[in-house]
């Protein structure tokens, strides 16, 4: 995060150069009719020395401004966008070191190609405002493009995973047992567990718990299965024994207002994943579910009851390990979740290795695929409910093989229903590229058991003429291809001479 002084000094320098270049005066003109040393009005401009109030008024007379302009944040129409961007609350908070960004590296960029850096910045600034993108937004984003940076895998938060089991002599101690959890945080860190007062809360009835500092008492609300206790109380673990101070104290971020909490609730729950999933353990798993002959949904759903975890925590700590020991670095997260008619689905999160896969969010109010199996597996949850088979997961794999392209994914779904309104399904899903890597890996990827359908991203911008499960006209096709037809129809009347 850069600092507030910095940022001033950045603005301060930001103007001098800018204007200095606008008079068409080199380094050694401003300095001479400012009184000032070469090296003294080259460290101004990068960012590094804010002048004395003296010093300001005889730089700010040698380019033809006032006092005022120089040390306030109005500046020309061509200036501006750069200063909001740097008193922003989004540049004072976000991590730029994280991304291989310095403050220098920021500076140079701004103040050698101010009007083309003004430009793309104005374009900005005008996306976020017309399709009202919040900061969280934009955090969020950056959050994935970090995962992504890192493979999705940590080394760090790995090595202090193993740093706490062996601290805390767990070596054998899987799967975890609440009992175990809430011993660690009692033991530990002197913090006890109520599952009470949550529940007398009507506002919290939903929320499934929050830590309170002064008390050093962490709530959790009934209703919740082993395995999801487990990774809140795994997450209160990792905020305590890395010691993050900045963070969230309920389970999820009510307001996402620093990048930086955003961050540190990520390192918390990857921890927690990490701990509840022994890296060693989990892999020599992956190997032996990968090399049957046949899919296995059971086999699969297998793995959550030895560990004692979710389908969106088994399924994330795939997206960490597959890509460092199995090189599979092709792949996506999503979640999905319907109404309770079946009528519409949405994407809650997703994560995308490598490159941006398709199935991906949109905010086109457009209808998702509905040969999907993520979709598919939520329809086949209700079905069974409703047959009072009584079912509360269901697995379910296809290779998707995206139609016109060649790109196909192994994609292996979890459907459950939600917490807190059974009536709706929430499904998670991972997909693989299918390549020569993966083919190696999964021997079942040939299996008769195994599906392939042909999928699109969204029914609106789908050609696939005998969709039997298509729920909106292909209108974004259709006017693709006008345009299409448009064009060509111009080229034929340039054959005209």
Not at 139 to 168: G, H, I, K, W
Not at 307 to 325: A, C, G, K
């Amino acid at each position: 995060m850069i600092e507030q002084q910095a940022i001033i000094k950045m603005i301060f320098g930001f103007k001098a150069k800018y204007l200095r270049q606008q008079k068409g005066l080199s380094l050694e003109e401003l300095a001479e009719r400012a009184g000032l040393s070469k090296s003294y009005l080259h460290d101004i401009e990068k960012g590094k020395k804010y002048p004395k109030v003296d010093k300001i008024n005889t730089l700010a007379a040698a380019l033809g401004v006032d006092y005022d302009f120089m040390v306030s944040t109005r500046a020309s129409k061509k200036l501006q966008p750069v200063i909001d961007l740097l008193t922003s609350d989004f540049v004072k908070e976000f991590p730029l070191e994280l991304f291989g960004i310095s403050p220098e590296n920021l500076f140079e960029l701004f103040s050698n190609t101010p009007d083309k850096v003004n430009a793309f910045i104005s374009t900005i600034f005008k996306i976020t405002r017309n399709y009202q993108v919040q900061r969280e937004h934009l955090y969020m984003a950056a959050l994935r493009s970090y995962q992504d940076m890192y493979d999705n895998y940590f080394e760090e938060l790995e090595t202090a995973v193993q740093r706490f089991r062996t601290d805390y002599k767990l070596e054998e101690a899987l799967p975890f047992t609440t009992t175990i959890l809430e011993r660690l945080l009692k033991q530990h860190f002197g913090i006890r567990v109520d599952r009470e007062a949550m529940g007398r809360e009507k506002e919290l009835r939903r929320t499934r718990s929050f830590y309170s500092e002064p008390g050093k008492v962490f709530f959790l609300n009934k209703g919740l299965s082993s395995a999801q206790a487990n990774f809140l109380l795994g997450r209160e673990l990792a905020f305590q024994y890395l010691n993050i101070q900045e963070r969230p104290y309920f389970t999820r971020i009510v307001e996402a207002d620093s990048f930086e909490r955003l961050l540190n609730n990520f390192k918390a729950s990857y921890f927690s994943v990490a701990l509840l999933m022994e890296e060693g353990r989990m892999v020599e798993d992956i190997r032996a579910f990968a090399q049957q002959a046949d899919w296995a949904p059971n086999g699969f759903l297998a793995l959550l009851e030895r560990y004692d975890v979710t389908p969106e925590m088994l399924l994330q700590r795939l997206t960490n390990l597959l890509p460092r020991h199995f090189g599979i670095k092709d792949l996506f997260f999503i979640r999905m979740v319907s109404d309770e008619g079946l009528s519409n689905f949405r994407m809650t999160k997703e994560l995308h290795l490598s490159q941006l896969h398709n199935p991906y969010a949109n905010e086109l109010n457009e209808h998702y695929c509905r040969r999907w199996v993520s979709v598919n597996v939520i329809k086949e949850l209700k079905a069974r409910q409703l047959s009072s088979n009584g079912d509360t997961l269901i697995a379910n794999a296809q290779v998707s093989h995206y139609w016109q392209t060649e790109n196909r994914y192994l994609c292996i779904s979890v459907a459950k229903s939600d917490l807190y309104e059974p009536s709706r399904g929430v499904s998670v899903t991972i997909g693989l590229m299918v390549n020569e890597k993966l083919q190696q890996l999964f021997r079942f990827l040939n299996s008769p058991s195994l599906n392939t359908r042909l999928v699109h991203t969204t029914c609106e911008r789908c050609g696939i003429s005998d969709c039997e499960a298509r729920a909106a006209a292909p209108l974004a096709l259709e006017w693709q291809r006008r345009q299409e037809r448009i064009l060509a129809a111009g080229k034929r009347l340039e054959a005209f001479r």
